[in-house]
C-alpha cells in the first residue's frame, strides 16, 4: 500500500500546484530562451518555455527550416482543441481526408486530458490543393506549399495551405502542427495569429541509404 500512497499525493500535488503563480519565466536572448526568476508582481507576463521557442527565433519551432518566405508575427492567442474545424472542400479526396485525420490527432496529443474543457477559439483549416489527380509520388512531384494564418473578428483562427498537390498540402499540415504550442503556464493551446509561409523541399531526394555490410556495392555502381 505504501507505493499506492506515494502516488496519490504525487498527483494531488501536481492537481494543487497547477493554479500556482509561476516561479520562472523565459526570455530570448541571441536567439536563445533563458530562464529566469520572475519579479514580484510580474507572474502574470510570465513566459513558457513553449511560447517563448516559438518567439525567439526567425523559423519558431519550424523544423527543418523553410526554403521560401517565413513571417510568424502577431501574438500568440488560445485554441480549443475539441474546436478544429475543416473545410471540406475535397472531402471526397481520400489521401486529404487522412491528412486532416492525422493533423487533429497530433493535435490532440498536445493538449492534457484535463484541457478538454479549456476555453479557447476555434481553428479553421483548409487545404486548396491545385491538382488532385497527382496521388503518387514522384521526382517530378511538387512539394511546395503555402501556409497562411489570420485571425476572423469574432477570434477564430484561419490556417489556409494552397499547394499544387497533396504532398505538398501535407508538408503545410506539418508545419501548422508545429506552430501549435502547449502552454503549461496558462494550461491552453496556443498559435501565432499572423503567419505566412512558402516552402517547398530542395532537392527530390532528401536522402539514401545503403547497406554494404552484406553486400559489396562499388562505386561505379552507386553512381
Known sequence: MKPLYIFILIVVNLVNTQNVDPVWTFVCKDKHCQKVRVQPGEESKSVSIAACKISCDPYGTLWPQPTGDVHLGGELVPIDPNQIQVNEKHKTNKLITAGYRHFQSNVQKLSPSQLQNAPGGSLIVTLDIADLNQTQLKLTTSESYTLRITQLPNGS???????????????????????????????????????????????????????????????????
Do not use: C, M
Open 157 to 223: 483562427i484561419n490556417a489556409t495551405i494552397s499547394a499544387p498537390t497533396y504532398f505538398g498540402g501535407r508538408h503545410g499540415l506539418e508545419s501548422l502542427g508545429q506552430l501549435i504550442i502547449y502552454d503549461d503556464i496558462r494550461n491552453n493551446l496556443q498559435i501565432p495569429n499572423d503567419v505566412y509561409i512558402t516552402d517547398g523541399p530542395v532537392y527530390p531526394y532528401r536522402g539514401i541509404a545503403l547497406d554494404t555490410a552484406r553486400n559489396y556495392i562499388s562505386v561505379d555502381t552507386i553512381k
